[in-house]
């Protein structure tokens, strides 16, 4: 079959990071396309009806749907086309630069073509199958980002008296959601000995309403042949194993899962491009270039972030080096490895290529909660830069301003490194 078309830069997932790479990249001169699976752009947004999005860019509180109106109107401004309801089936290399696989239902099976792919697909949460519960498996059992769909885009009410388990950000909001709705949260557990989401949350949906969060706690089984009649909470010990006797059943009709979020690249991986472990998404540089030449990646299933307007700043990163890479011509990259020390949960980029000078933005998460926090960037012992930090906590992402020129010509490589004293 031939491509029905060719474009400059093809941007896959039209939520805040595709549409804010497709804006960079268009305004750099390239001729670009979105591809969004879904009936609307503006990614998992839509169905975010709180407010708080936008503060560091745009200097206000905005709701997700108002945050996505921004760049949908900078999008429809520049005559983006995007491909809507869309899926991408498979991403292939060719000697132009990369063929697209897509389906919808007005083309069928389709192909264009790009000289470079923006991966902006996001990010999914993880599910009941992911953690293990004893017990049936009756209706009832959500997660919190679909709670979130039904109540806010749907308008239903899935639940009267719930238990939430995991105390990520979207389990948190929608306890202060369902709550305001008319339904009893009776409790969040958390298995970790600290809240998995971010301070403010704790505090605006969980303290603010009265609602319990239950610390090194979990739930071990689920009771209702088919529809959630109650689960079973036990504490758990240092190894995160419930405690013989310490359990107690709950009454309820719902459990709501807010255990994590899976960057989501399967079908980029299936490809063969290796990922980080520890982000779940791709090894790119600074100018957020994968391991393969011309397929960029940001937003959320690059990381997984805590504010959208970091989301946006990655997906504009991407959209302009993908531009650049499209109209400089390919070159051979300068890469140095970006190695984190132990106390990193996260640190993007992973490697940078030192033909591309100019200051790098470094985005990390500490493993665990580290007091007087010292941050030390190095090479071949030197040490390059140092920042302290009163406190680090894991849900808070960091983000790190570093310029290249300090780092020595032959380094090999690049060591990132945070001590610190324990958690409260
Ligand atoms: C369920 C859920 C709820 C959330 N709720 C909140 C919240 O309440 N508050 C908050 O601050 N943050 C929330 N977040 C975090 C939020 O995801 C980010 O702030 C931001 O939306 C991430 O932007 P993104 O563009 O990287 O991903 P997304 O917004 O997820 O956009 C990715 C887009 O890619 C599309 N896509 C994926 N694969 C393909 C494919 N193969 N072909 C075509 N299109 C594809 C998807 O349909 C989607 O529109 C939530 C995240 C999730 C997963």
Redesign the pocket.
């Known amino acids: 079959m031939p491509p029905e078309r060719f474009y400059d830069v093809a941007v896959?997932?039209?939520?805040?990071?595709?549409l804010a790479a497709a804006v960079a990249a268009s305004d750099a001169g390239a001729r670009v396309t979105l591809?969004?699976?879904?009936e609307r752009?503006g990614?998992?947004?839509k169905?975010?009806v709180?407010d708080?999005?936008g503060l560091i860019r745009f200097g206000e509180k905005l709701s997700?749907p108002e945050y996505a109106y921004r760049y949908l109107r900078l999008a429809a401004e520049r005559e983006l086309p995007i491909l809507t309801q869309?899926?991408?089936l498979a991403l292939e290399r060719d000697a132009e630069g990369y063929r697209l696989r897509l389906q919808n239902s007005r083309q069928g099976v389709f192909e264009l073509c790009a000289a470079a792919v923006v991966w902006?697909?996001?990010?999914?949460?993880r599910t009941a199958r992911q953690v293990f519960i004893h017990g049936d498996r009756p209706a009832g059992i959500f997660t919190a980002?679909m709670v979130?769909y039904m109540v806010n885009v749907q308008g239903y009410l899935p639940t009267r008296r719930c238990i939430i388990l995991g105390s990520g950000?979207?389990g948190l909001?929608m306890a202060r959601r369902l709550t305001l709705e008319g339904a009893r949260v009776l409790g969040v557990f958390e298995i970790k000995p600290e809240p998995s989401g971010l301070m403010r949350n704790v505090v605006q949906c969980l303290h603010d309403f009265n609602i319990p969060l239950h610390l090194s706690s979990t739930v071990t089984r689920v009771h209702g042949p088919k529809r959630v009649e109650g689960v079973t909470v036990a504490a758990v010990d240092e190894r995160l194993q419930p405690i013989p006797g310490t359990e107690r059943t709950i009454a309820c009709d719902a459990l709501i899962l807010s255990v994590g979020?899976i960057p989501?690249n399967d079908?980029i991986e299936s490809s063969g491009l290796p990922l980080d472990p520890r982000t779940g998404g791709p090894i790119v540089d600074q100018n957020l270039m994968s391991c393969r030449e011309g397929l960029f990646c940001c937003?959320?299933?690059l990381h997984v972030?805590d504010l959208?307007d970091y989301?946006s700043e990655s997906g504009e990163t991407a959209g302009r080096a993908a531009a650049a890479y499209v109209f400089t011509g390919r070159r051979q990259r300068e890469l140095i490895a970006v190695k984190a020390g132990a106390n990193l949960l996260s640190l993007v980029p992973q490697q940078l290529d030192r033909k591309s000078g100019g200051a790098v933005t470094f985005y990390f998460r500490s493993a665990h909660t580290l007091k007087n926090a010292l941050l030390t960037i190095s090479a071949g012992g030197q040490i390059l830069k140092q920042k302290k930090y009163l406190v680090l906590r894991p849900p808070e992402m960091q983000r790190l301003v570093f310029e290249q020129a300090a780092i020595p010509h032959n380094a090999a490589e690049l060591a990132f490194a945070i001590t610190g004293g324990g958690g409260e």
């Open positions: 896959i997932g039209a939520g805040p990071a595709g591809v969004e699976r879904e752009p990614g998992i947004l169905q975010c709180h708080g999005f997700g869309t899926f991408l902006a697909a996001g990010c999914r949460e980002g979130q950000d979207i909001i979020l989501e079908l937003g959320n299933a972030n959208v989301v």
